[in-house]
């Protein structure tokens, strides 16, 4: 079994009634609940594409029945399938994220995984230096220095994006939430230029100001705007004794381009867990699809 690379186009997905039903019908009850809680359909969707892509990878990819799978959250909310003793791969990661226009999944065999993806946007009402001003802490003195080696404030930005995707990668593989504290982590990424469809593995990490030779990062573009990050660290149980043993074995991951899922995709394994409710499709179409819908700039 390889590793799972898949991105799903949320924000261009418009559901019909019978998609947004049948979607609802495919997760969890506690799940539909608290999708149907989003205030914007926005992130509704994006959600749910997240735990439809989360069941479809452990359906195929583990051979549950798409009925028996059980999912919850640890105490700092990071997915987690509860019933994999159904699983001949003990060691089985994944880790979803959604932010932009899309929503995004990378699945190990045997590697801890965390993925992120950040869109390059400008900020809301501050400029891009005061914006940065604001963000001081989180980055060390030598990641600004790469994010303003460039002139250009938009390049210095989409720059700042990359960072903030490859730190929320680790956190999220790591599995902690608020309170790490994100100086902690530096990040020299290389090279400073990605291609559009590419995966890139040259960037590594310092915690606390050490080589952290035991996790691996790959960078992609999904276009102009979205940067993903993936990290990789062997289980406790399969890490080698020998660090220069295991930095050889990142060497030789296999780097997976991200394939691109269409709706029909995402429920082609599924079974229905509850019965139609068609109030939660009169609910979703209630919502405002993002809070500058209706603003003069869209």
């Keep these: 079994m390889e590793g799972v690379r898949w991105a799903f186009p949320c924000a261009a997905w418009r559901p019909s009634r019978a998609e947004w039903l049948l979607a609802a019908r495919s997760v969890q009850p506690e799940e539909k609940d608290r999708i149907g809680q989003f205030v914007f359909a926005r992130d509704a969707k994006a959600a749910m594409a997240g735990r439809l892509m989360m069941r479809k990878v452990i359906a195929e990819k583990l051979n ?45 065999p045997k590697l801890e995984v965390g993925i992120d993806i950040m869109k390059t946007t400008l900020p809301g009402r501050s400029s891009i230096p005061e914006f940065f001003r604001l963000m001081n802490r989180q980055f060390t003195e030598r990641e600004w220095k790469t994010i303003k080696t460039f002139e250009d404030e938009w390049t210095q930005l989409d720059i700042f994006y990359r960072h903030w995707a490859l730190k929320e990668s680790f956190l999220k593989a790591i599995g902690v939430g ?38 691996a990062f790959e960078e992609s573009r999904l276009d102009e705007y979205h940067h993903i990050a993936v990290a990789l ?55 405002q699809e993002d809070p500058v819908r209706n603003s003069t700039s869209s």
């Design 64 to 108: 549950i029945p798409w009925n028996s799978i059980l999912l919850q959250r640890t105490s700092k909310g990071k997915p987690v399938l509860v019933n994999d003793s159904f699983s001949t791969h003990p060691n089985f990661n994944f880790n979803i994220s959604h932010q932009g226009d899309y929503a995004v999944l990378a699945a190990e």
């Design 178 to 215: 608020i309170g790490f504290k994100l100086q902690r982590i530096e990040f020299n990424i290389s090279p400073l230029h990605l291609e559009i469809g590419k995966v890139y593995k040259e960037t590594n990490m310092l915690l606390d100001g050490e080589d952290e030779e035991e996790w």
């Design 233 to 287: 660290k062997k289980p406790d149980g399969l890490r080698p004794q020998n660090p220069q043993v295991l930095s050889q074995d990142h060497s030789k991951l296999t780097m997976s381009q991200f394939t691109f899922l269409t709706f029909e995709d995402l429920v082609a394994s599924s079974v229905p867990l509850t019965s139609e409710d068609p109030f939660y499709w009169e609910n979703f179409c209630s919502k």
